[in-house]
């Protein structure tokens, strides 16, 4: 069985990091798809960055430049690492693995 646990949310101000890590089990990230995506109050879940094995992450425009995902394949764990937080990234995240793999969410707040 496949589980996703994410951990890393919490409080920060503006202009802060976070980060936010997923260990998977009963798969790899060594293959596939791994990601991570946002749902903010009242807006639908929505794609923050995602990576394969080969080829360049996809980052969400308003995350670029400030987060970076990664994986530990000796760990099995996806990570977020969120630079110059906004008040505007406070979200529930939710880890993801190909090809339909969720973890419970961890929550985000940023203040302002």
């Known amino acids: 069985q496949v589980h996703l646990v994410e951990s890393g949310g919490g409080l920060v101000r503006a202009g802060g990091s976070l980060r936010l890590s997923c260990v998977v089990s009963?798969?790899?990230?060594?293959?596939?798809?791994v990601g991570w995506y946002r749902q903010a109050p009242g807006k639908q879940r929505e794609l923050v960055a995602k990576t394969r094995i080969y080829g360049i992450p996809n980052y969400a425009d308003s995350v670029k430049g400030r987060f970076t995902i990664s994986r530990d394949n000796s760990k099995n764990t996806v990570y977020l690492q969120m630079n110059s937080l906004k008040p505007e990234d406070t979200a529930v995240y939710y880890c993801?693995?190909?090809?339909?793999?969720w973890g419970q969410g961890t929550q985000v707040t940023v203040s302002s």
């Open positions: 009963g798969t790899t990230v060594s293959s596939g798809v």
């Open positions: 993801y693995r190909d090809p339909a793999y």
